[in-house]
T-cell receptor, first 114, second 116 residues
Framework: NAGVMQNPRHLVRRRGQEARLRCSPM?????VYWYRQLPEEGLKFMVY????????ESGMPKERFSAEFPKEGPSILRIQQVVRGDSAAYFC????????????FGSGTRLTVV | QQPVQSPQAVILREGEDAVINCSSS?????VHWYRQKHGEAPIFLMI?????EQKGHDKISASFNEKKQQSSLYLTASQLSYSGTYFC?????????????????FGKGTHLIIQP
């Protein structure tokens, strides 16, 4: 079992470009969560998805950020027109059920905006 | 609302014990504990559900006081491998309850350094 796979591990974008972060959950896990982490900060919840549905996006900025988890393929976190403040580590986690289960995290994507 | 963890950092010698606390201002459904080493993914340690339970495996255990909305993580006879940042994550509602954010809310973390 390969665990939660995130790619790329490191991503450098110029201001104004688009960033696409991918996450393949563990086999058998249908719940996906995206978190953002800044240095010396905790993990901040962004969005919770199940296959083809966004369940809760209350932690995601309303502009420039979007997420999807299609029927086939990985979950995608998309950041349009990136700004320097978007630089952070973005972690994806998955679980087999909602509640009662711990999350399995991926190794994260470190986004740097120059 | 973000749970508050204490202490922010602790330095121990190998073999000593540590307690990390996590407090919430809201009634909790569950508390998760994770450990993260620098540059790596957070690793799940354990989950405690409301009902005031205590859990443990090996030399790491935790308690959950539902009335006080607090959880504590206990590390006994610490090993070098225990070094890292410990995060608690809280849920204010259970599945299907329809209330609150559905993702975990994490504290800022407690840095634990174990020295030989």
């Amino acid at each position: 079992n390969a665990g939660v796979m995130q790619n790329p591990r490191h991503l450098v974008r110029r201001r104004g470009q688009e960033a696409r972060l991918r996450c393949s959950p563990m086999k058998g896990h249908s719940h996906v969560y995206w978190y953002r982490q800044l240095p010396e900060e905790g993990l901040k919840f962004m969005v919770y998805l199940q296959k083809e549905n966004i369940i809760d996006e209350s932690g995601m900025p309303k502009e420039r950020f979007s997420a999807e988890f299609p029927k086939e393929g990985p979950s995608i976190l998309r950041i349009q027109q990136v700004v320097r403040g978007d630089s952070a580590a973005y972690f994806c986690a998955s679980s087999p059920f909602r509640g009662w289960y711990g999350y399995t995290f991926g190794s994260g994507t470190r986004l740097t905006v120059v | 609302q973000q749970p508050v963890q204490s202490p922010q950092a602790v330095i121990l010698r190998e073999g000593e014990d540590a307690v990390i606390n996590c407090s919430s201002s809201k009634a909790l459904y569950s508390v998760h504990w994770y450990r993260q080493k620098h540059g790596e993914a957070p690793i799940f340690l354990m989950i405690l559900l409301k009902g005031g339970e205590q859990k443990g495996h090996d030399k790491i255990s935790a308690s959950f006081n539902e009335k006080k909305q607090q959880s504590s993580l206990y590390l006994t006879a610490s090993q070098l491998s225990y070094s890292g940042t410990y995060f608690c994550g809280t849920e204010i509602s259970g599945p299907g309850s329809g209330g609150g954010a559905d993702g975990l809310t994490f504290g800022k973390g407690t840095h634990l350094i174990i020295q030989p």
